[in-house]
């Protein structure tokens, strides 16, 4: 399994960015997937997860309505589309492989990581 992020980047207060992962190794199209992030000196925080098929996704309150989570199934791609960025947006973003079809947050791969950047 691989999972590699792009798309990070410095972004002004109000701006956006849209995340990509691109998944290979096992059947994406199976699989829920997700995006988690990590502050400095702060914990792992769950964002955002898409069901297998796209159907269905959940998001954390802090990023409810700014954040769209999205994937393409047909290039084994996830998205995340971040609108209205904040300063406490400012972390290191994660990919991650559910291990179910459902958003169980039970992870077995991780993404090196894409840095995000929120400042003026």
């Known amino acids: 399994v691989q999972l590699v992020e792009s798309g990070g980047g410095l972004a002004q207060p109000g701006g956006s960015l849209r995340l990509s992962c691109a998944a290979s190794g096992f059947i994406f199209s199976s699989y829920a997937m997700s995006w988690a992030r990590q502050a400095p000196g702060e914990g792992l925080e769950w964002v955002a997860g898409?069901?297998?098929?796209?159907?269905?996704?959940r998001y954390a309150d802090s990023v409810k309505g700014r954040f769209t989570i999205s994937r393409d199934n047909t290039n084994d791609t996830v998205y995340l589309q971040m609108n209205t960025l904040k300063p406490e947006d400012t972390a290191l973003y994660y990919c991650?492989?559910?291990?179910?079809?459902?958003?169980?947050?039970?992870?077995?791969?991780w993404g090196q990581g894409t840095q995000v950047t929120v400042s003026s």
């Open positions: 898409i069901y297998s098929a796209g159907g269905e996704t």
């Open positions: 991650a492989k559910d291990s179910h079809f459902y958003i169980s947050r039970s992870f077995d791969s």
